[in-house]
């Protein structure tokens, strides 16, 4: 099985191509009511894969308090993998999974990074790639799942990761400080433009915007994926005033 937590649709799109490959068509997609799930049966699964974009060169916080949470039977009986997207490099974020798989009593076999599109663009100097670098992601990532399928058909143990410069830095250092002062929901909020469709509010995998006089309100529980800052049709949500002149990106 794959259990797939996706902002904007890459780590989704990379989940669904994979399962294909491996003829694994059980994926778990954790939004809503399944972000809130307690256990799982997996008695009859031989592996589990970890699906996930990659958050300030670690793995997105939702995600670790659902591996911390959720109870997994016959999980010890499986193998476990991570395949992580992110926009140029991971830094050490498989040595985090590979810590979380250790506490739960988990087997931990290979981890894979797969580079995609990226989506952040809340910080100065960040914003999406231009069409061409992100269609040029797309077509590579094609022969990088088929190389990821075959790592895992054949069991090797393996961390194939980007890790990119100053990951120690970059991992244990600034992933620590954006968890805690750069993940606020805050300051999002809808500009002039918002013809109040609902759609943020409908696609937030958190459920956590609600709809107020036809306009969104955005709630304390985010994920900080950016789906409904992509995902608006009149590019109408903005964090603070650092979006004002960026683009947007939606796998799906
Ligand atoms: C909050 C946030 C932090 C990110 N941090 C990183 C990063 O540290 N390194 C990187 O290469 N990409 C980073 N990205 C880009 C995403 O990892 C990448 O675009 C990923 O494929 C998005 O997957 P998704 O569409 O499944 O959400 C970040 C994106 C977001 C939203
Ligand atoms: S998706 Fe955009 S236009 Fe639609 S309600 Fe949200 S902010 Fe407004
Ligand atoms: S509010 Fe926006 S950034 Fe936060 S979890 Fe929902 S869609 Fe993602």
Not at 11 to 40: E, F
Not at 119 to 130: A, E, I, Q, R
Not at 238 to 244: H, I, K, V
């Amino acid at each position: 099985m794959i259990i797939v937590f996706s902002g904007c649709g890459n780590s989704l799109d990379v989940a669904t191509r994979l399962g294909n490959t491996l003829g694994d068509s059980n994926i778990m997609h954790l939004k809503g009511d399944a972000l809130k799930l307690n256990s799982i049966d997996a008695t009859s699964e031989r592996r589990i894969i970890w699906a996930c974009p990659v958050y300030s060169w670690g793995l997105p916080p939702v995600f670790v308090d659902f591996i911390n949470r959720i109870s997994i039977e016959g999980g010890e009986k499986c193998d476990h993998y991570l395949v992580a997207t992110c926009g140029d490099d991971a830094g050490l974020t498989h040595r985090q999974w590979r810590k979380l798989m250790k506490r739960k009593g988990w087997n931990a076999i290979s981890s894979w990074t797969v580079i995609m599109p990226n989506t952040y663009t809340l910080m100065k100097g960040f914003d999406v790639d231009d069409a061409e670098v992100a269609s040029r992601k797309l077509e590579k990532s094609v022969a990088r799942i088929a190389r990821i399928a075959e790592g895992i058909e054949s069991r090797r143990k393996v961390d194939n990761v980007v890790r990119g410069k100053f990951a120690w830095v970059k991992s244990r250092i600034i992933y620590p400080w954006f968890k805690r002062f750069a993940m606020s929901p805050k300051p999002y909020h809808s500009t002039d433009g918002c013809t109040g469709c609902g759609k943020c509010s409908r696609e937030c995998p958190l459920g956590n915007i609600s709809m107020a006089d036809n306009r969104p309100a955005w709630g304390k529980n985010c994920a900080m994926c950016l789906r409904c800052y992509h995902i608006c049709p009149t590019h109408s949500v903005a964090y603070g005033n650092s979006t004002a002149t960026k683009h947007q990106y939606l796998n799906r």
